[in-house]
Antibody, heavy 121, light 107 residues
């Protein structure tokens, strides 16, 4: 069964940085794009970013563009989210998710367990 | 950005009821529309992708329809484990936006 195990969350002060990791197993990691999605406390889901399978393409939500960077290491089967200049409004549970796509669909078919990032003022 | 609007935002229903949730896109997303179920404290789980394809392992009481800008998720006969929050998501164009969610509660 596909596994995505997240680490790296915690409490951080506004303006500081944090890096999240998502370690993948039991599938061919280098064949799949990866997403990060977040959820503020009591709120809905917000798509954050996507990286293609080979790392050549990245896309970001406007709310994080220029502050967050997604990256991956296919030799370690891990995707990262580097979060800089954190704001109180970035406080959320962050999920990594596997992309499954073809010419006529794209879905997030497996998700990590989520990790809470709390940004204090 | 493509805005996704779900209705209703909340819904009370009973076990055995047939329930329909609607999702509308601000512009056409073709059939790049997914539905997710989320239970408290858990990660979302995909139910339907490409508007009407049922994800492997998802019970047949879940179905999806629509294309372009209008989509529906139908649960044919509610079971106790179906009480959760449901989200639509378009994956036609980045940012891959979600609807605001529909909270399905027990009546």
């Amino acid at each position: 069964q596909v596994q995505l195990v997240q680490s790296g969350g915690g409490v951080v002060q506004s303006g500081r940085s944090l890096r999240l990791s998502c370690a993948a197993s039991r599938f061919t990691f280098s064949s799949h794009g990866m997403h990060w999605v977040r959820q503020a406390p009591g709120k809905g889901l917000e798509w954050v970013t996507f990286i293609s399978s080979d790392g050549s393409n990245e896309y970001y939500a406007d709310s994080v563009k220029g502050r967050f960077t997604i990256s991956r290491d296919n030799s370690k089967n891990t995707v990262y989210l580097q979060m800089n200049s954190l704001r109180v409004e970035d406080t959320s549970v962050y999920y990594c998710a596997r992309d499954r796509s073809s010419g006529w669909y794209r879905l997030l078919d497996y998700w990590g367990q989520g990790t809470l990032v709390t940004v204090s003022s | 950005d493509i805005q996704m609007t779900q209705s209703p935002s909340s819904l009370s229903a009973s076990v055995g009821d047939r329930v329909t949730i609607t999702c509308r896109a601000s512009q056409s997303v073709s059939n790049f529309l997914n539905w997710y179920q989320q239970k408290p404290g858990k990660a979302p789980k995909v139910l339907i992708y490409a508007a009407s394809s049922v994800q492997s392992g998802v019970p047949s009481r879940f179905s999806g329809s629509g294309s372009g800008t209008g989509f529906t998720l139908t649960i044919s006969s509610l079971q106790p484990e179906d009480f959760a929050t449901y989200y639509c998501q378009q994956t036609y164009r980045t940012p891959y936006t979600f609807g605001q969610g529909t909270n399905l509660e027990i009546k």
